[in-house]
Structure formats: structure tokens, C-alpha cells
Antibody, heavy 123, light 106 residues
Framework: EVQLVESGGGLVQQGGSLSLSCTASGFTFSNYWMSWVRQAPGKALEWVGNIKHDGSEKYYVDSVKGRFTMSRDNAKNSLYLQMNSLRVDDTAVYYC????????????????WGQGTTVTVFS | DIQMTQSPSSLSASVGDRVTITCRAGQSISTYLNWYQQKPGKAPNLLIYAASSLQSGVPSRFSGSGSGTDFTLTISSLQPEDFATYYCQQSFSARSFGQGTKVEIK
């Protein structure tokens, strides 16, 4: 079964740090881009960033640039999100998702999602 | 960043109704447009990719259309399990989502 499982969420004070993990199973993790997506309570989905198969390219939404860092360990089938200088508005459920091209023209989709891990930043 | 705008933000409909949700991109994105369904407390689920291609396992009552800046998700006959929030998402440049459309029971 294709599966993603996030962990590492919790309660952290504003300005603090937290590291999230996402462990993949059921597919060849090293063949895929991976994304992080978050959802603040009662709000819409927000793409946080993604990382290439080999970790050589990374892209972030402007609101987290310079504070969040994605990495991966393909030998461990794992994706990571290091979050520093956390703000109250970073409070959200964080999902990892497989970022996979589908169709004739490699239309990228988020086709497999984890169950999410909750990050709460308090002041 | 490419801004995605959905309309309406919410709608009320009955079982059996035909439902249409619109998504507009801030610039042309060709057909690099996906649709997701999300139920409360659950992760999103991919419905439509490349604007009009049905993801495997998704019922055929779901369909998508459009290209450039204007896109539509249609549910031909709303079923009880379709009450959820729907998001469009572009993959033309990085990624970004619309603000969501909540489909509620009338």
C-alpha cells in the first residue's frame, strides 16, 4: 500500500523551532518530487514547498523562505521539514504529499497525501 | 506567485443536483490545473488532473474543463458523499491553491 506518515508536530513557542518528518512506503521514494502543504485551522490549503528526487532543487512559498528548510534521505524513505523562527501564523496541520507527473505533458499533481501532523505556535 | 480564485466560496445543493465550481488563475496556466476534494479532518484527495483528466478510482460524475485562466469542476448528480470542500491547484509555476469551495446540504 502506498502510504505517507508524518510525525514531529507539537506545541512550540513563537520564535522556536520544530522538525517534521514524513516516512514513505509502498513506492520508490527516490523517484519522486515531494511537497509539504499546510492548512491553518478553518482555512484553505497552502503549498509550503517541494524538493526534487535527489534533493538538488527546492522551492518554497515566500512566507517561509529563510525560515523553513526541506531535506530528504532517500535511503530512509524520509522527507523532512526544519522550521525555525516559528510564528503564530505558522499554526497548521502539515501534510506531506507525493508530487507526481501524470498525463502526456507531465502535469504535476499531489496524488498521495499523509494524514497530517499538527503544529501549534503560541505567543 | 500565481493567484487562484474560486467561486463561489460556498454553495448549498441537494442530492441529485448538478453543481459547478469555477476557478480562475491570475495568469495563463495552460491546463496545469488540478482539483481536490477534502472532507473534515481528512487529507485532500485528487479528483481531476490536467484540467480534465479523471484520476483513477474517481466516479465519472466528476468532470473538469477549461484552459488558460478559466476552469470548471462539475458534479453531474450530487451524491451524499460529495458534500465536502473542493480546491483547485495550479502546477504551472511552483504550486498554489484556490481558497476552496464548500459544498453543503440544502
Amino acid at each position: 500500500e502506498v502510504q505517507l506518515v508524518e510525525s514531529g508536530g507539537g506545541l512550540v513557542q513563537q520564535g522556536g523551532s520544530l522538525s517534521l518528518s514524513c516516512t514513505a512506503s509502498g513506492f520508490t521514494f527516490s523517484n519522486y518530487w515531494m511537497s509539504w502543504v499546510r492548512q491553518a485551522p478553518g482555512k484553505a490549503l497552502e503549498w509550503v514547498g517541494n524538493i526534487k528526487h535527489d534533493g538538488s532543487e527546492k522551492y518554497y512559498v515566500d512566507s517561509v523562505k529563510g525560515r523553513f528548510t526541506m531535506s530528504r534521505d532517500n535511503a530512509k524513505n524520509s522527507l523532512y521539514l526544519q522550521m525555525n523562527s516559528l510564528r503564530v501564523d505558522d499554526t497548521a496541520v502539515y501534510y506531506c504529499a507525493r508530487d507526481r507527473p501524470l498525463g502526456s505533458y507531465s502535469h504535476y499533481t499531489l496524488d498521495v497525501w499523509g494524514q497530517g501532523t499538527t503544529v501549534t505556535v503560541f505567543s | 506567485d500565481i493567484q487562484m480564485t474560486q467561486s463561489p466560496s460556498s454553495l448549498s445543493a441537494s442530492v441529485g443536483d448538478r453543481v459547478t465550481i469555477t476557478c480562475r488563475a491570475g495568469q495563463s496556466i495552460s491546463t496545469y490545473l488540478n482539483w481536490y476534494q477534502q472532507k473534515p479532518g481528512k487529507a485532500p484527495n485528487l479528483l481531476i488532473y490536467a484540467a480534465s483528466s479523471l484520476q483513477s478510482g474517481v466516479p465519472s460524475r466528476f468532470s473538469g474543463s477549461g484552459s488558460g485562466t478559466d476552469f470548471t469542476l462539475t458534479i453531474s448528480s450530487l451524491q451524499p458523499e460529495d458534500f465536502a470542500t473542493y480546491y483547485c491547484q495550479q502546477s504551472f509555476s511552483a504550486r498554489s491553491f484556490g481558497q476552496g469551495t464548500k459544498v453543503e446540504i440544502k
